[in-house]
Structure formats: C-alpha cells, structure tokens
C-alpha cells in the first residue's frame, strides 16, 4: 500500500526548534517530489515546504523561509522538516504529502498523504 | 487572507448538482493546472482534481473540474451526504514561487 506516516510533533515553547519526519512506503521514494502542508487549528491548508526527487529543488512558503529547512535522505527513505524560531503563528498539523512526479514544478498535485503530526507552539 | 478566493460555504440536498468557484490571478489560475482537495472533517485531505479537470483512479465522475481565465470550478452532481466536506482548490502562483490553496469551501448536504 502507498502511504506516508509523519512523525516528530510535539509541545515547543516559543523560539524553540523541532524536526518532523516523514516515512514513505509501497512507492520508489527518489522518483516522487515531496512537500508539508499545514493547518492551524480550526484553519484551511497552507503549503509550506516541498523539495524534488533528488533534493536538488527546495520551495519554501515566504513565511517560514529562513526558519524552515526541507531535506531527505533517499538512502534512509525519509523526509524531513527543520523547524527553528518557532511562535504561535506556527502551531498546526504538519501533513506530509507525495508529489505526483520528481519535479515539484511541474507536478506540484499530491497525491498521497499522511495523518499529520499536530506542532503546537506554548509556554 | 489566501491568495485563492473560495467562497465559504456551499449547500444541497442529494441527488442535486452543486457547483463551487476558485477566483485567482494570472499569476497562479491563469497560467497553471489547478487542482481540487477534498477533506472531510477530522481526516487527511485527498487528491480530488488535478491539472484542472482529471481525476484520479477511484474519484468517482460526479466529481469534475473545468476553468476559464482567472477562475476555476468544481462541479458535483448526484450529491450524497457522504460528499459533505471541505474542498480546497490549488495552484502554482509565479509571483510567489510555490502553491496556493484556496480558503476552502464546506459543503453541506441538507
């Protein structure tokens, strides 16, 4: 079965850091783009990172550009979201999603995701 | 405020046929695919249109997506209460380097 399952959410306090993962199963992971979608509470989605199959694209969302860092590792199978600075503004459910090619450019449609990993950011 | 206008709400009984808009730009409707998520409450979204009016493999074809200019629709006809969700288009935008989505609209089935 093609899915992907989130990991690493959690209570931050403000300006803290965080990093979420994502495993990928049941597809070849290196052929497929891959990005974070987000909704804060009781909001709609938000895109906020993506990066192509061989990692050599990453997109980042004005918001979170500098404070985010998107990555992967295609030999461990794994995506990965570094969040820093974190404030309020960012609590929300991280979703991982599959892309539906290798270019996030040209096919940025997703077309499988997680369950979400919930981020809420409080003292 | 998103960058895709949605109106927020939408409603019918079933078997009617609903349609719901996704007013954009040149920068991101007019120039590039849009594509429809489907989420219904408590769940993850799902892939409904992509590239303005396919669907995937088991989206049922009362789903079906179309656009003209600046804005795209999403059309559901014979609507069941299982359809009663929030539905969120998308999109490229060149100016901004990344994808919209839209506010959402949540459909209600009387």
């Not at chain 2, 009016?53 to 209460?81: C, E, H, Y």
Request: with cysteine; aromatic share 10%; net charge neutral.
């Amino acid at each position: 079965e093609v899915q992907v399952l989130e990991s690493g959410g959690g209570l931050v306090q403000p300006g803290g850091s965080r990093r979420l993962s994502c495993a990928p199963s049941g597809f070849t992971f290196a052929n497929h783009a891959m990005t974070w979608v987000r909704q804060a509470p009781g909001k709609g989605l938000e895109w906020v990172s993506a990066i192509s199959g061989n990692g050599g694209g990453t997109y980042y969302v004005d918001s979170v550009k500098g404070r985010f860092t998107i990555s992967r590792d295609n030999s461990k199978n794994t995506l990965y979201l570094q969040m820093n600075s974190l404030s309020a503004e960012d609590t929300a459910v991280y979703y991982c999603a599959r892309v539906a090619g290798e270019s996030f450019y040209y096919y940025y449609h997703m077309d499988v995701w997680g369950q979400g990993t919930t981020v809420t950011v409080s003292s | 405020q998103s960058v895709l206008t949605q109106s927020p709400s939408a409603s019918g009984t079933p078997g009617q046929r609903v349609t719901m808009s996704c007013s954009g730009s040149n920068s991101n409707i007019e120039r590039n695919f849009v594509d429809w998520y489907q989420q219904v409450p408590g769940m993850a979204p799902k892939l409904l249109i992509y590239r303005d009016n396919q669907r995937p493999s088991g989206v049922p074809d009362r789903f079906s997506g179309s656009k003209s200019g600046t804005s795209a629709s999403l059309a559901i006809s014979g609507l069941r209460s299982v359809d009663e969700a929030d539905y969120y288009c998308a999109a490229w935008d060149d100016s901004l380097g990344g994808v919209v989505f839209g506010g959402g609209t949540k459909l209600t089935v009387l």
